[in-house]
């Protein structure tokens, strides 16, 4: 399956009044090299294992493939990944036929809240949230695997 997401900074925390759910996060890399991610997530009572290729020139189409697995394996397997677990809290946002999934990150990413839409072609029109700031869908330091060994907290800016 292709997955076409566009990735955003958040200028401030406006989305949590409007978000309908949120989550929290903990995942980790077996395998974080671009051309192929392997990830362990587990998001509250469920875990997934996922595989992701490389992006294309744009950054915002690859190939993703993804398996609900038991939690307590992926507890295990989080133990075998690659070092740097990423920790975050997921709202979820709807705007009309779009959901906007903003990630407030904690840990060694704490101060970095960016959020991502999923999209049925890369041209597709959607409607931008004010809290919406500069788009990073083609910068590698935003993807979660790059964060996972470059965390926020020490880049700098």
């Known amino acids: 399956m292709i997955e076409i997401e566009r990735k955003y900074l958040v200028l401030s925390d406006d989305f949590k009044k409007e978000s309908f759910s949120q989550k929290r996060i903990k995942q980790g890399y077996l395998s ?26 744009t950054g915002m189409s690859r190939f993703e493939w993804e398996k609900e697995i038991p939690v307590n394996e992926a507890e295990k397997l989080l133990l075998l990944c690659e070092k740097g677990i990423i920790d975050k ?25 960016m959020a991502e839409i999923e999209l049925t072609s890369e041209n597709e029109f959607f409607e931008k949230p004010d809290w919406l700031g500069q788009e990073v869908t083609n910068d590698k330091r935003y993807y979660n695997s790059y964060l996972s060994k470059n965390p926020f907290s020490k880049w700098e800016i």
């Open 32 to 57: 974080a090299v671009p051309e192929r991610t392997v990830r362990i997530r587990i998001k509250e009572d469920k875990a997934f294992l996922t595989i992701k290729g490389l992006s294309n020139e």
């Open 89 to 113: 809290t997921r709202f979820e946002v709807k705007r009309n036929k779009h959901i906007f999934e903003v990630d407030e990150f904690y840990g060694e990413n704490e101060g970095l809240i």
